[in-house]
């Protein structure tokens, strides 16, 4: 294994300044472009839906218990539930994990109070279920027929109970987006799910309806990074194809060729 040289820390250094960058640039004030992920207009639809149909919403944040990719999953639900407020209606919150849930509830009334609307807000629909995964799951199950839900997302952490998740939120007929940065369960999701949020979008999808200044500026500064990466690597792959095809079997022989003639 090679340790880094004085060019890898350059670079690595250059990548930090340019993130730093752009979240300092985001908390002040300037607008930073981030595409809009098809799957994200399925949110709207599956709102407005439910309250034609005069049904609950059900968010499930994982299985991960509180880190990164449940924050992700809560500032989400805020945008939902800001939603919701406006026509009065109801997201059910099934949690696993006891601090998840704590989080949950308060984003809960604060997006309820935000919009206007403190009386729709019901700490019954956030509920903790249990610490067990396959128990978690056939609690949201039971939540699924019992209410009857007319839309259902899943963002977060999930591993083997996503499928059974998703197929009973197809039998009670509800429109499911689901994210996830497990690329294992991926595939179930795009199988049962109306949309899909595949891989980063996940991450990308929390910093567009949140509009958080430090989730945009970061996840901008990483896409100029990689765009710095991928440029790096393709000119990589031309220096090697271009050595390969004169003979040389490296930049460095290359350079010491070049050397002895000049001396020469």
Aim: proline share 4%.
């Amino acid at each position: 294994m090679q340790h880094a040289n004085l060019a890898v820390y350059i670079l690595e250094g250059a990548m930090v300044f340019l993130i730093l960058y752009k979240i300092l640039s985001a908390r002040a004030g300037r607008r930073l472009f981030i595409r809009r992920i098809p799957g994200l207009s399925a949110i709207d639809e599956a709102v407005g839906r439910a309250t034609e149909m005069g049904r609950p919403l059900l968010f499930s944040p994982g299985i991960g218990g509180f880190n990164v990719v449940s924050l992700q999953a809560l500032a989400i639900l805020g945008h939902i539930i800001s939603l919701v407020a406006k026509y009065r209606s109801r997201v059910i919150v099934p949690t696993i994990d006891p601090l998840v849930y704590t989080i949950a509830e308060e984003a809960a009334r604060d997006a309820y109070e935000a919009n206007g609307a403190p009386e729709a807000f019901n700490r019954d629909d956030i509920l903790y279920l249990t610490g067990d995964q396959f128990a978690y799951a056939s609690g949201v199950v039971g939540v699924l027929h019992r209410e009857k839900v007319a839309g259902a997302f899943y963002f977060g952490d999930f591993f083997a109970e996503a499928l059974i998740l998703s197929e009973n939120g197809q039998q009670v007929g509800a429109i499911q987006v689901a994210g996830t940065p497990q690329v294992t369960q991926v595939p179930f999701f795009i199988a049962s799910c109306d949309y899909t949020i595949i891989g980063d979008e996940f991450y990308a999808a929390s910093a567009y309806l949140s509009r958080e200044p430090t989730l945009l500026g970061s996840l901008v500064g990483q896409d100029y990074s990689k765009a710095i990466l991928l440029v790096l690597m393709v000119l990589g792959i031309a220096a090697a194809t271009w050595l390969t095809i004169t003979g040389f079997p490296s930049i460095e022989a290359a350079l010491l060729r070049i050397t002895t003639a000049f001396n020469g």
